[in-house]
């Protein structure tokens, strides 16, 4: 109870509508179902922060929604598996498959980036500022936020023009900015 107390105190779907103001009513609802999974699964990595088997669990229970499409039906995660099998596969449904490919290699650079401050924490070795800056917006979950933009509201940019590397620039330094701010007011 004090967990969900503390998410609807936030007011995730405020936040989530703000920033994806030109989401219809069923792709805010997406996004934040989305954005609100998140936030749980990174409350979870907290408590499992120093358990490399358990954090590999929960990560390979996920990816299998993503890479896959399947769930198991056994173990301690079934319900986070459940949440993003549901969000999958509405988000599929809005989609295309460049899309898709590009959203799971996010979510599997950010599963990745979560092994990374695992095993800094299991081995007590704080990052080094250079490599905290980099791994940075990998942590922040910030790249899959990004991907909702390009599917959710009349905003599409062709796909081409996604892609160049001027267009990574600017995701990367928006991403910055805002894993910054966030560290600021985070201390």
Same mark, same amino acid.
């Given at each position: @109870?004090?967990? =969900? *107390?503390?998410?609807?105190?936030?007011? =995730? @779907?405020?936040?989530?509508?703000?920033?994806?103001?030109?989401?219809?009513?069923? #792709? !805010?609802?997406?996004?934040?179902? %989305?954005?609100?999974?998140? %936030? /749980?699964?990174?409350?979870?990595? #907290?408590?499992? *922060?120093?358990?490399? #088997?358990?954090?590999?669990?929960?990560? &390979?229970?996920?990816?299998?929604?993503?890479?896959?499409?399947?769930?198991? &039906?056994?173990?301690?995660? /079934? @319900?986070?598996?459940?949440? !993003?099998?549901?969000?999958?596969?509405?988000?599929?449904?809005?989609?295309?498959?460049?899309? $898709?490919?590009?959203? +799971?290699?996010? &979510?599997?650079?950010?599963?990745?980036?979560? #092994?990374?401050? +695992?095993?800094?924490?299991?081995?007590?070795?704080?990052?080094?500022?250079?490599?905290?800056?980099?791994?940075?917006?990998?942590?922040?979950?910030?790249? @899959?936020?990004?991907?909702?933009?390009?599917?959710?509201?009349?905003?599409? !940019?062709?796909?081409?023009?996604?892609? $160049?590397?001027? &267009? $990574?620039?600017?995701?990367?330094?928006?991403?910055?900015?805002?894993?910054?701010?966030?560290?600021? /007011?985070? =201390?």
């Amino acid at each position: @109870p004090g967990l =969900f *107390a503390a998410y609807r105190k936030a007011k =995730f @779907p405020w936040f989530v509508s703000r920033i994806y103001h030109d989401a219809d009513y069923t #792709e !805010l609802c997406l996004v934040c179902d %989305f954005c609100t999974w998140l %936030f /749980v699964v990174d409350d979870l990595m #907290e408590k499992i *922060a120093a358990d490399r #088997e358990e954090h590999a669990r929960l990560i &390979m229970d996920l990816l299998c929604v993503l890479e896959r499409n399947e769930m198991s &039906m056994y173990g301690d995660y /079934v @319900p986070l598996a459940a949440a !993003l099998k549901d969000i999958w596969d509405r988000l599929q449904g809005i989609s295309t498959s460049s899309w $898709q490919r590009g959203f +799971v290699a996010n &979510m599997q650079d950010l599963f990745e980036a979560t #092994e990374w401050e +695992v095993s800094n924490r299991v081995l007590d070795h704080p990052p080094g500022i250079a490599d905290y800056i980099k791994m940075r917006p990998y942590t922040s979950a910030m790249f @899959p936020c990004i991907d909702l933009l390009e599917i959710i509201g009349p905003s599409w !940019l062709p796909e081409g023009l996604r892609r $160049q590397d001027l &267009m $990574q620039k600017l995701v990367l330094t928006c991403i910055e900015a805002v894993c910054w701010v966030n560290d600021l /007011v985070s =201390f």
